[in-house]
Nanobody, 122 residues
Framework: VQLQASGGGLVEAGSSLRLSCAASRRTSSNNGMGWFRQAPGKEREFVASISWKSATTYADFVKGRFTISRANNGNTLYLQMNSLQPEDTAVYYC?????????????????WGQGTQVTVSS
């Protein structure tokens, strides 16, 4: 499975962006999916995930601002990001989990997209 993330860009603080992640073929509807991000000089960190039953998990720093969702066909993952702040600047990666759960560890994921850059100016 190849994942293609898109939707990143340069925005001002307080703005919104919607990231999308398209799979090259239908992913198993039984797999969880997630978003991670990596800022310059920092390790990759968990952002949000969604289980096959659409249960969601969020990192504390995005609760109330970001919303993860997935298309019913299992091919596309979304991340709606509101009230963006400069500290949200990072490359955002989508991934498909090994299990059906909304996992939060990188090691729980088997397929990764190439990433899309999000830059938030103050």
């Amino acid at each position: 499975v190849q994942l293609q993330a898109s939707g990143g860009g340069l925005v001002e603080a307080g703005s919104s962006l919607r990231l999308s992640c398209a799979a090259s073929r239908r992913t198993s509807s039984n797999n969880g999916m997630g978003w991670f991000r990596q800022a310059p000089g920092k390790e990759r960190e968990f952002v949000a995930s969604i289980s096959w039953k659409s249960a969601t998990t969020y990192a504390d720093f995005v609760k109330g601002r970001f919303t993860i969702s997935r298309a019913n066909n299992g091919n596309t993952l979304y991340l709606q990001m509101n009230s963006l702040q400069p500290e949200d600047t990072a490359v955002y990666y989508c991934a498909v989990a090994r299990s059906s759960y909304a996992a939060s560890r990188s090691s729980d994921y088997q397929y990764w997209g190439q990433g899309t850059q999000v830059t938030v100016s103050s």
